[in-house]
């Protein structure tokens, strides 16, 4: 991408500018290159020693979607010289607004965010973590490997001092009904109540779709009661609910293999790739706070046995899958509609086949 003035000004060499994307995302760069009327990315790391946090994508407007990205102009305010690009001076992506009012140094520090992810060493949490520290955010793994045990609380006052938000996508070791509903209770609880002494003012947490409507699920009960947790503790909060993950169709038919044959209740289900998930928490995490809960899922609909069939074929694995309406899952039958999202959900956009062409295990 280059920034083309309109009608600026000529400028010394020693001034500096600073560029801020739609949202908030900041590079600085010595001048000599718009003189020229060209920056090119590739000059921007050679051009000032920014920690790497801070050097996230310029053109992130190209991930918006059209009719945002028309609106998402980019601001260049000159540090140095204390001028500015008229109106009218274009990128390849975005037009660039003229600054009114006094010129400032922006502090690149208070546009990022420390975000702490608990539970950033698993599937989900580790490519939040990521996610985030591409996008110029200060990501925090917490987990029992990094000295933060959310059960006895050991590390989190620490982890969570001076951080906007935190993210929890931790999850129980073991699913007996018991012991998952006791880890989301007292893990919840000790979050809550460190991030609230520590003034944290956004709580993310990760959920699943449809839990309400299969309370005899002991697992889904838990969740219930973790979000209820969260909501409670009167903290700022967001709450995103996923479907099933392509990436548990192995392990699911795993656990529903009986004499060698793979048998799942005859319900419906609409799976996501991990990396959407990630994605979609990650995004949430460095937003502002919704106060309520968040659904997305996959862009199919499959039933729950022609999902994992075609997963196992695809894997060359010969199990046989039936589908049996008398089947648990989770270690209970599950609710027919109990698996797909309702109205106003967030469809991601990888397809099974596509997600089947980059699996690993095939």
Known sequence: MAVRPADGPDLAPDDDVIVVTASAVTRKFPAPGIAENAIGLKH???????????LTAFDRTTALPADEARDALLTVTFVGGGASFRAGGVTDRAHVRSITGEHRTINLEE??????????TGLIGHNVVNRLI???HEAVTAAPSTGVNTITGEGLKEVLQGADAVVDVSNSPSFADDDVMNFFLTSTGNITRAAAGAGVGHYVALSIVGIERSPEIGYYRAKVAQENKIKESGLPCSIVRATQFFEF???SADASTVDGVVRLPDVRVQPIAAA?????????????????????????????????????????????VVADPTAPFFGAVPAK????PGPGVELAKTTLVEWLANDTQH
Not at 111 to 120: E, F, S, W
Request: proline share 5%.
């Open 134 to 136: 591409e996008h110029g």
């Open 249 to 251: 169709a192995g392990g």
């Open 44 to 54: 921007v790391k050679e051009a000032v020693a920014i920690p790497d946090r801070l």
């Open 111 to 120: 546009l990022t965010m420390k975000i702490v992810v608990i539970g950033g």
């Open 337 to 340: 509609d109990a698996l797909v």
């Open 276 to 320: 959407e998930v990630s994605a979609a928490v990650a995004r949430t995490a460095a937003g502002k706070p919704t106060n309520g809960t968040h659904e997305i899922a996959g862009p199919e609909e499959f039933r729950l046995d022609e999902w994992i069939r075609t997963v196992l074929t695809a894997r060359n694995d010969p199990r046989e």
